[in-house]
């Protein structure tokens, strides 16, 4: 069974960082891409950030490329997405999702977390 958890959410003023994680199982980094995909309210979901399976090859939206960065640790099957220079259009729900396809559309993702709050206040 696929399981992905993510951790890390909070309260953080502007201009400040949050890291992310999501602890996974029920596959391995060589099986399914995973990405970030955030929802603000009123807000459709949103894909951030995205890490290929195997390769480990990166892609960002253009929102947050620069800011945020994604990474894995294999040994712990955990994915990690550092937000620094946080602003208040990054408040959002955070998911973390697996796929089969690659890329930051919501519609690429089988299997979904049940997502980590970011709240940044001005």
């Known amino acids: 069974e696929v399981q992905l958890v993510e951790s890390g959410g909070g309260l953080v003023q502007a201009g400040g960082s949050l890291r992310l994680s999501c602890k996974f199982s029920g596959f391995t980094f060589d099986d399914l891409n995973i990405g970030w995909l955030r929802q603000a309210p009123g807000q459709e979901r949103e894909g951030v950030a995205a890490i290929r399976s195997g390769s480990g090859d990166t892609f960002y939206s253009k929102y947050v490329e620069g800011r945020f960065t994604i990474s894995r640790d294999i040994d712990k099957n955990t994915v990690y997405l550092q937000m620094n220079n946080l602003d208040s259009e990054d408040t959002a729900d955070y998911y973390c999702?697996?796929?089969?396809?690659?890329?930051?559309?919501?519609?690429?993702?089988?299997?979904w977390g049940q997502g980590t709050q970011v709240t940044v206040s001005a």
């Open positions: 999702a697996a796929g089969w396809d690659y890329g930051l559309g919501p519609g690429l993702y089988t299997y």
